[in-house]
């Protein structure tokens, strides 16, 4: 009878030694897991990080084009204006002083 009462405890404490290790190896792998996780966010981030920066960059790009474009369109319209007004400025003078003395 001792020696099953022995065999049992054997057979327990070789179990238990087996749970406690299998406990170990649990927390170790989860800890490999959660560093995998954490390079894999870390990387997205960076990634995208980089995405948003060149969007970022492509729109300023853009935005400086668009108003570089209108400046022109403006400063031609506004020399287009200027030089209409030197080549007619007495025509419209005459027109505004005739229109008023016509009262």
Do not use: P
Request: proline share 0%; charged share 40%.
């Amino acid at each position: 009878m001792n020696t099953v009462v022995k065999k049992l405890a054997d057979i327990e404490a070789t179990a238990e030694a087996i749970v406690e290790r299998a406990q170990a190896q649990k927390s170790e792998i989860e800890k490999k897991i959660q560093a995998q996780r954490d390079r894999f966010d870390a990387a997205i981030e960076d990634e995208t990080r980089k995405q948003l920066s060149k969007i970022r960059q492509d729109a300023d790009a853009k935005m400086e084009r668009i108003l570089s474009e209108q400046r022109e369109k403006n400063y031609s319209a506004i020399d287009n204006l200027k030089k209409e007004f030197e080549e007619n400025h007495t025509v419209y003078a005459r027109e505004i002083l005739e229109r008023i003395t016509e009262v």
